[in-house]
């Protein structure tokens, strides 16, 4: 069983920056993909962003190619997703989680989900 904690969200003004963390704990962190999604209200769950398990491959939503970068450091067991250029379309909560299987575009296909973090970009 694998619990995720994210942090780092917040209130910004367009054009700023934020660096999300995800801590992980209770499994092997680095056998995962991970993987980042955002859920504004009214909205369905979208994808962000993913890497790999050893982070070589990295994918992003086309909305936030560019804009934001996601790593990881295996050795802290911890990914992050770092977002400059924000826009205030960007606001919703942020959801970070991870995949035995490989990684994948699709929130089902995830095994375990942190409880968000709430990023608010004003204009």
């Known amino acids: 069983q694998v619990q995720l904690v994210e942090s780092g969200g917040g209130l910004v003004q367009a054009g700023g920056s934020l660096r999300l963390s995800c801590a992980a704990s209770g499994g092997t962190f680095s056998s995962y993909a991970m993987g980042w999604f955002r859920q504004a209200p009214g909205k369905e769950r979208e994808f962000v962003a993913r890497?790999?398990?050893?982070?070589?491959?990295?994918y992003y939503a086309d909305s936030v190619k560019g804009r934001f970068s996601i790593s990881r450091d295996n050795a802290k067991n911890t990914v992050y997703l770092q977002m400059n250029s924000l826009k205030p379309e960007d606001t919703a909560a942020y959801y970070c989680?991870?995949?035995?299987?490989?990684?994948?575009?699709?929130?089902?296909?995830?095994?375990?989900w942190g409880q968000g973090t709430q990023v608010t970009v004003s204009s």
């Open positions: 989680a991870a995949d035995a299987g490989g990684g994948s575009y699709y929130a089902n296909d995830y095994d375990y």
């Open positions: 890497l790999s398990w050893r982070g070589g491959s990295k």
